[in-house]
């Protein structure tokens, strides 16, 4: 699967910079070790994703609890992370509870546009999300610290004039708002217009006791060329304020925690004796990496047999509960997902090679029925937007896709349950060769050099056809380059 060779790749890094020891000792120190690491993940992409995003002085200090909004759709130069969409633009925010709640103000929607706020715990667990698949009330929605009793309630307007509340199980989160984009002509538009309309008030009350989310706090003091006793000592700052998301399963996360060498009384880690580091953390990475190639893990596509589409389960996408591992994976992969109902996000499992030097042809049996949007995007073996003289990144129902005797896809005379059930295709082919006219419209470009390239198919506020066998999944074909398009139905 596409996400399984990324992590190898992403692996592939740190692996070199820390090699590991061979030696395993059997210990329950060394056990829950390993536990601890896989509970600890998360936390690697948290602190990218605030240091990246949220560093305001030369003092590094956080500014927290306020929307960076970002301007400009991704393209071939944007490093900032992995897999970027080129559908939505992007929110994002650091989300404190330490010094009380926070408010969230979300605007009238404008008819028609998908938008999605989901409300993350420390860990990546999409608590909560407001917006058009679930509830798009505008009003106030309050964020609160409520460690034993996490969840969400998109209720109507409660006493307090709330129109929902967000109970985030750890006082530290965060927030990443997507708007859907029309075109690029639609961007301005939302940067002056919408996204000011978004807006975190803090409350400043009830405090949590809990420290201030800085800088410091999540950086400083780390001994961060050995990865495992970071990721531990970082654990042990955050872990009393910031317990398990299911309150059933705090207690014993914690025990473990404490047996791996965490103090809860002091913050900090302690290596416990006989325990090797190294050792641990291997054996963590190997737990993680089962994750996407174990099938009772996954949800099969389609109406294929056998499947050659799947997805992560529903119950283990975007909020993971007490799968530690599920949630150390998509951690990695995939950071910040969106739960079932708000998006899916299905992988194509016929090839367990990255897509190289070949054209492709992918046909689509009829449109995707989403309440919100879908797109398939190409990306480089790195996770990067593979650069074209089209700046086309995606395709969906966006696009000009046209039906291959030239009628539009998704424009006029395309409605209908006639047009729903026909095929479309898309052709995969590279840069290096001219695409042919007829199919330009229909063309994602892939990389240069026969190298490799993998892509994404996003559902935003799928329908329940998308995932219960009715609709059938894409088929995919190697074919010569600018094949003759195939003949109408
Ligand atoms: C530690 O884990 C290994 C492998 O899962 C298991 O065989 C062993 O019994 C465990 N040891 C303890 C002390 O829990
Ligand atoms: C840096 O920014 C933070 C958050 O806005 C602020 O509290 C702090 O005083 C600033 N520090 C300096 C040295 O400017
Ligand atoms: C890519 O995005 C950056 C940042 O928005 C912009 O400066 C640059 O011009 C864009 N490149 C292309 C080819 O559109
Ligand atoms: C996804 O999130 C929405 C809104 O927060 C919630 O109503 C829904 O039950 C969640 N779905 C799953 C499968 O967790
Ligand atoms: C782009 O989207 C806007 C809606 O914001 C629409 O009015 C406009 O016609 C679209 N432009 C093109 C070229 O599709
Ligand atoms: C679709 O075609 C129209 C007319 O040629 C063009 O203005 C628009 O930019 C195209 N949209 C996309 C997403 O390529
Ligand atoms: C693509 O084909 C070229 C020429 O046959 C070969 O050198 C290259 O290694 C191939 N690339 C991949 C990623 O397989």
Not at 88 to 99: C, I, Q
Not at 147 to 173: F, I
Not at 184 to 194: E, L, M, N, R
Request: glycine fraction near 6%; charge should be negative; hydrophobic fraction near 40%.
């Amino acid at each position: 699967m596409n996400f399984l060779l990324l992590f190898h790749h992403l692996l592939a890094a740190l692996i070199v910079a820390f090699s590991v020891s061979l030696a395993a000792p059997t210990t329950s120190a060394q056990n829950a070790t390993v536990d601890a690491l896989v509970y600890a993940f998360p936390l690697t992409s948290y602190v990218n994703f605030a240091n990246t995003g949220f560093v305001v002085n030369a003092s590094n200090d956080f500014a927290t609890n306020t929307f960076a909004h970002v301007t400009t759709l991704a393209n071939a130069s944007f490093r900032t992370i992995i897999l970027p969409n080129t559908d939505t633009l992007y929110s994002a925010a650091l989300v404190d509870l330490s010094a009380g709640d926070v408010v969230v103000t979300m605007p009238e929607r404008e008819a028609g546009r998908f938008y999605v706020l989901p409300v993350y715990d420390l860990f990546g667990n999409n608590v909560c999300s407001i917006g058009t698949a679930t509830d798009s009330t505008a009003g106030q929605y309050l964020i609160q610290y409520r460690p034993s009793d996490a969840g969400c309630d998109l209720a109507p307007v409660d006493a307090k004039g709330y129109a929902g509340t967000v109970s985030l199980p750890t006082v530290y989160g965060a927030i990443l708002l997507r708007i859907e984009v029309y075109n690029a002509s639609d961007v301005d538009h939302i940067v002056s217009v919408i996204q000011p309309q978004f807006n975190l008030t803090p409350l400043n009350e009830p405090s949590s006791g809990a420290p201030p989310l800085t800088s410091a706090l999540l950086n400083d003091n780390l001994d961060v060329n050995n990865p495992p006793l970071s990721l531990l000592q970082l654990l042990s700052r955050v872990a009393l304020f910031n317990p398990a998301e299911e309150a059933s399963d705090s207690e014993r996360v914690a025990a473990t925690l404490e047996a791996a060498g965490i103090s809860f009384d002091s913050q900090s880690y302690t290596q416990p004796a006989g325990v090797d580091l190294a050792s641990a953390y291997s054996a963590a990475l190997d737990l993680v990496e089962q994750v996407p190639s174990n099938p009772a893990n996954l949800l099969p596509l389609g109406s294929s047999s056998p499947s050659t589409w799947s997805t992560t389960l529903p119950s283990l996408s975007g909020d993971f509960h007490t799968r530690y591992d599920v949630r150390a994976f998509i951690g990695l992969v995939a950071y910040l997902q969106l739960n079932s109902t708000q998006a899916i996000y299905p992988a194509y499992t016929v090839t367990q090679e990255f897509f190289a030097n070949t054209t492709y042809m992918v046909e689509f049996f009829g449109k995707p029925n989403v309440v919100g949007f879908w797109s398939l995007t190409i990306y480089d073996g790195d996770g990067y937007l593979v650069p074209n003289a089209l700046n086309r990144y995606s395709l969906g129902d966006r696009a000009n896709l046209t039906y291959p005797d030239g009628v539009s896809v998704y424009g006029n005379g395309a409605s209908g349950d006639e047009a729903e059930s026909r095929s479309f295709y898309m052709l995969l082919q590279s840069t290096d060769v001219k695409v042919a006219s007829d199919w330009e419209s229909n063309w994602l470009p892939t990389p240069t050099d026969g190298a490799q390239f993998l892509f994404i198919l996003r559902f935003y506020g799928p329908t329940l056809s998308l995932t219960d066998g009715t609709y059938k999944y894409p088929q995919i074909s190697a074919v010569d380059v600018n094949p003759p398009l195939p003949s109408s139905e």
